[in-house]
């Protein structure tokens, strides 16, 4: 079974400039998050999602970060403009359901903003 | 809210000693709690989970926790350190529901020969 996919890997922008980020979760997790890890911290969410619903996105910088899941399947975040502080990994991960008790993760997105 | 502090940004050990990595937390309800391990440039991997039940919790790679309520501690513990086990781990708090995850800052773990 395939993990949890995001692209790409790794992205170098100049600040001011739009980025997006793809996450597809593993198939079935109604359950999809999106968690900001700066370097040397730990995760911190973003925004969570239940199919295609943003049920918490309370931490998620409105003025510059949006994000989206269509179909309630794969999902893209946005950054626009980009801010040198918005260098950090961008973690997707998913589970099937609120209430189940894992989370699995993908690799991640390095950003580097210059 | 939770929160969770893990002590020591940074733990050495000798390869083939005892790993201790210690999480306490602060939930002011029964939380579940989790460590996970990361490797370099890669995603996080769960080690082990606490939600309900017996307190102490085996997990993947011979890591072991125990949840002490009357500490509001989950550290984590190996009895023999393996040169793979050099990793940053996180420990996470999540309240039952399992909403989100709240992570601790981390420990980098490095195991010499």
């Known amino acids: 079974e395939a993990g949890v996919v995001q692209s790409p890997r790794y992205k170098i922008i100049e600040k001011k400039q739009p980025v997006a980020f793809w996450c597809n979760p593993i198939?079935?997790?109604?359950?999809l998050y999106w968690y900001l890890q700066n370097l040397g911290q730990g995760p911190e969410l973003l925004i969570r999602?239940?199919?295609?619903?943003?049920?918490?996105d309370s931490q998620l910088p409105k003025d510059r970060f949006s994000a989206e899941r269509l179909k309630g399947v794969d999902s893209t975040l946005k950054i626009q403009p980009a801010e040198l502080g918005d260098s950090a990994v961008y973690l997707c991960?998913?589970?099937?359901?609120?209430?189940?008790?894992?989370?699995?993760f993908g690799q991640g997105t390095r950003l580097t903003v210059v | 809210a939770q929160s969770v502090t893990q002590l020591g940004s940074h733990v050495s050990v000798s390869e083939g000693a005892l790993v201790l990595l210690r999480c306490n937390y602060s939930?002011?309800?029964?939380?579940?709690l989790f460590w996970y391990v990361q490797y370099p440039n890669q995603g996080l991997q769960l080690l082990l989970k606490?939600?309900?039940?017996?307190?102490l919790v085996k997990g993947i790679n011979g890591f072991e926790a125990e949840f002490k309520k009357s500490e509001t501690s989950f550290h984590l513990t190996k009895p023999s350190a393996h040169m793979s086990d050099a990793a940053e781990y996180f420990c996470?708090?999540?309240?039952?529901?399992?909403?989100?995850?709240?992570f601790g800052t981390g420990t980098r773990l490095l195991v010499s020969p």
């Open positions: 991960a998913s589970s099937p359901s609120t209430g189940d008790t894992e989370a699995f």
């Open positions: 198939s079935g997790h109604n359950t």
């Open positions: 999602y239940e199919n295609e619903e943003a049920v918490d």
């Open positions: 939930s002011s309800v029964p939380p579940y």
């Open positions: 606490y939600t309900t039940g017996a307190t």
């Open positions: 996470a708090v999540s309240p039952p529901g399992f909403q989100k995850l709240v």
